[in-house]
């Protein structure tokens, strides 16, 4: 676009210098239709670069996750080949269960075996309280022939030998109620301690049986999400630790997140929302289209790491590095759907509000770029 430009202001010159000779075509003339070429350039590309900015670093970044077991073991099945999509929840590899199944099993046991003992607390809280009315019903009848001997001694017709007897058997029975009342306030307080419809004893095994049936569905690793598994080199035999230093495969995510990075002057008119076109090298000939999401208003010149070290000063002989970019999030029309491969890069334009007649310049611009990347460039 910008050589039909030039070529028109050209055809002018030619035709009122050369052609109709209403200008005359000398010296100064010849110089000064140069110099308007140039202005005129440099004015069309000056402005075009700054309502409608391109870029020509495009990344196509896709999220990857590090597979890594919670449990240790054996792996018996590897569900998936490298490089095929997945839908989430399907199942990339097992380890051995037999050991955690085995758990579950004894734990179940447990369970049961605590059921059965906290019904029974019911029972003996039934009996401690027949023992506690008891010894209370001798302590009581101990107390009554204690004070009968007293009465009989104090009226000669008794001795002290049978006060000291009594008094004896009511410490006692007394000592025997204190026990049973203990023993009755225990299993109550056994009986007290809930959580939820369980006493502490039951409770607490049952979580111990949902943390071991969370171990055992642990066995069975699956998608995280939509996408697909690389670097699946793990085989049936491998032995796998839930280290996260010692990843069993690696899981790409099929969301993407298309980033454009542009010059810091270059976004003073860029703004949410605004038209953009991507010339992937990976897709030659095409064009997709896209709009601006936002921008990330922040690069790694601008953080401040924390430190006890207070910064040094630069030495003078020393230039200040370059500015660093700041990325621009671009959202792929979803109707379209093309497929790009993560770490595809490629360049872009953006189509700001600002004088919109030259927004054509860059779709041709734009577009000859995608052509070119037909072109492969090397000689070996």
């Known amino acids: ?7 028109g ?8 210098c050369v052609k109709l000779k209403v200008i005359p075509w000398n010296i100064k003339t010849q110089v000064g239709a140069v110099a308007g070429a140039i202005f005129l350039a440099a004015s069309i590309i000056f402005t075009i670069n700054v309502v409608t900015p391109s870029s020509s670093d495009v990344r196509a970044i896709n999220y990857v996750v590090e597979v890594v077991p919670r449990v240790s073991g054996t792996v018996t099945r590897v569900a998936v080949e490298g490089n095929q999509m997945l839908k989430k929840g399907d199942i990339l590899l097992e380890i051995d269960s037999t050991p955690y199944r085995l758990k579950v ?18 029972q003996d809280l039934d009996s401690a309280k027949s023992q506690t009315t008891s010894a209370q019903a001798q302590l009581d009848l101990m107390k009554k022939r204690l004070g009968q001997a ?17 008094a004896t058997e009511v410490k006692k029975a007394e000592s025997a109620v204190a026990s049973a009342k203990t023993a009755e306030a225990r299993i109550t307080t056994k009986l007290e301690g809930v959580v939820g419809p369980d006493i502490a004893s039951v409770a607490q095994i049952k979580a111990q049986l ?14 995280p999400t939509d996408g697909y598994a690389v670097n699946v080199t793990v085989r049936p035999g491998n032995f796998l630790a839930s280290m996260p230093f010692r990843p069993a495969m690696s899981f790409v995510e099929h969301e993407q997140r298309i980033v454009a990075f542009f010059e810091q002057n270059e976004l003073r008119f860029i703004k949410p929302g605004d038209k953009s076109e991507i010339a992937f090298k990976t897709l030659p000939g095409d064009i997709v289209h896209a709009k601006v999401d936002s921008i990330i208003w922040a ?7 924390q430190s006890g070290t207070v910064p040094n000063a630069p030495m003078e002989h020393l230039h200040a590095p370059l500015a660093q970019k700041f990325a621009v999030k671009l959202t792929v029309d979803p109707a379209e759907k093309p497929f790009i491969p993560m770490g595809a890069r490629g360049g872009a334009a953006v189509y700001t509000e600002k004088l919109a007649p030259l927004h054509l310049l860059r779709m041709v611009m734009i577009r000859m770029q995608s052509k070119l990347n ?7």
């Open 1 to 7: 676009m910008l050589e039909l430009i030039i070529g």
């Open 9 to 16: 202001y050209a055809f002018i010159v030619w035709l009122l």
């Open 105 to 122: 099993k004894q734990l179940e046991a447990q369970v049961a075996d605590a059921t059965a003992s906290a019904k029974t607390l019911w």
């Open 150 to 166: 007293q009465e009989l001694a104090k009226a000669g017709a008794g001795n002290q030998f049978d006060v000291e007897s009594f």
């Open 210 to 223: 949902e943390a071991a049936k969370y171990d055992l569905e642990s066995t069975v690793i699956r998608a």
């Open 299 to 305: 690069n790694g010149q601008g953080q401040s790491v």
């Open 374 to 380: 037909y072109l492969v460039l090397k000689l070996h």
